[in-house]
C-alpha cells in the first residue's frame, strides 16, 4: 500500500508540476486540475486508484506537496512548478535569515551568479538549516547558505510564502549570500 501511495505522489508531482502532459491533463492558469479527471488520468496508466487515495496523499504527503480547493474538486501543486502557473502567493516580509541547502559542487558558480531559480519558478529558501541540509543533499554533498533576506527586503526583493511553508524569491545575489 506504502509502496503504491509513493509511486502516485512521484507520478502527481510529475504532472501538477513539471509534465501535466505525460498523462494528457489539463492544469488552468492557476495551476489546478480536476479531481476526476487526474484520477481518471492516473488509472489510464494502469494503476488503480480512487479519491480516497488521493486524499490520503495529500494527507500523508511528508511536506504537504499538494492541495486541494474547498470542495476537493480541484487539486494542485503548493509549489515546486517548473511550467509556468499564476499561484497567487502573496508577499510576505520574511525573517531577517533563510538558508538555501545546496552541493558542493555548485557554491562555485553561487558565488559568482548568486542563486537562480533554474528549472523552477522560484529559488527555494527554508525556515531551518535542517530543511536546507536535506534539499542539498538531494543534490550531493550538502552546503547550507546563509541567505541574508532582511537585508534583501529592504533593498525590495519580494518574498513569498507557499502553503507549504517553503519561502520563495526570483533570486539571490551574491552580496546577501554567505557560506
Ligand atoms: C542550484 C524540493 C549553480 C541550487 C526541495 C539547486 C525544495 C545553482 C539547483 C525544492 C545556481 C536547483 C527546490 C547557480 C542555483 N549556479 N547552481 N548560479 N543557482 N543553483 O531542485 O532548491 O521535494 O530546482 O542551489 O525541498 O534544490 O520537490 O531546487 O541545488 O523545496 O517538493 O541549482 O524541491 O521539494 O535545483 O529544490 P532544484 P532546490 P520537493
Same mark, same amino acid.
Given at each position: 500500500?506504502?509502496?503504491?501511495?509513493?509511486?502516485?505522489?512521484?507520478?502527481?508531482?510529475?504532472?501538477?508540476?513539471?509534465?501535466?502532459?505525460?498523462?494528457?491533463?489539463?492544469?488552468?492558469?492557476?495551476?489546478?486540475?480536476?479531481?476526476?479527471?487526474?484520477?481518471?488520468?492516473?488509472?489510464?496508466?494502469?494503476?488503480?486508484?480512487?479519491?480516497?487515495?488521493?486524499?490520503?496523499?495529500?494527507?500523508?504527503?511528508?511536506?504537504?506537496?499538494?492541495?486541494?480547493? &474547498?470542495?476537493?474538486?480541484?487539486?494542485? =501543486?503548493?509549489? *515546486?512548478?517548473?511550467?509556468?502557473?499564476?499561484? /497567487?502567493? !502573496? $508577499?510576505?516580509?520574511?525573517?531577517?535569515?533563510?538558508?538555501?541547502?545546496?552541493?558542493?559542487?555548485?557554491?562555485?558558480?553561487?558565488?559568482?551568479?548568486?542563486?537562480?531559480?533554474?528549472?523552477?519558478?522560484?529559488?527555494?529558501?527554508?525556515?531551518?538549516? &535542517?530543511?536546507?541540509?536535506?534539499?542539498? =543533499?538531494?543534490? *550531493?554533498?550538502?552546503?547550507?547558505?546563509?541567505? /541574508?533576506? !532582511? $537585508?534583501?527586503?529592504?533593498?525590495?526583493?519580494?518574498?513569498?510564502?507557499?502553503?507549504?511553508?517553503?519561502?520563495?524569491?526570483?533570486?539571490?545575489?551574491?552580496?546577501?549570500?554567505?557560506?
Amino acid at each position: 500500500m506504502e509502496k503504491q501511495l509513493k509511486h502516485i505522489s512521484k507520478l502527481m508531482s510529475l504532472v501538477l508540476r513539471h509534465k501535466p502532459e505525460a498523462i494528457g491533463l489539463q492544469l488552468n492558469e492557476n495551476g489546478w486540475a480536476n479531481v476526476a479527471e487526474l484520477i481518471s488520468k492516473i488509472n489510464e496508466q494502469g494503476n488503480n486508484v480512487n479519491f480516497d487515495t488521493i486524499n490520503t496523499v495529500v494527507d500523508t504527503n511528508d511536506k504537504k506537496r499538494f492541495a486541494f480547493n &474547498e470542495d476537493k474538486t480541484m487539486i494542485r =501543486a503548493s509549489q *515546486g512548478h517548473s511550467i509556468e502557473v499564476e499561484l /497567487n502567493l !502573496k $508577499a510576505v516580509t520574511p525573517p531577517d535569515i533563510l538558508y538555501h541547502g545546496t552541493a558542493e559542487r555548485f557554491v562555485e558558480s553561487i558565488l559568482k551568479e548568486g542563486l537562480n531559480k533554474q528549472q523552477r519558478q522560484h529559488v527555494h529558501l527554508s525556515l531551518l538549516q &535542517e530543511t536546507a541540509k536535506a534539499v542539498g =543533499a538531494r543534490h *550531493g554533498k550538502p552546503v547550507i547558505l546563509h541567505i /541574508n533576506a !532582511k $537585508a534583501m527586503a529592504e533593498a525590495g526583493f519580494v518574498f513569498y510564502l507557499s502553503d507549504n511553508n517553503v519561502w520563495l524569491v526570483n533570486s539571490v545575489p551574491v552580496e546577501y549570500i554567505t557560506v
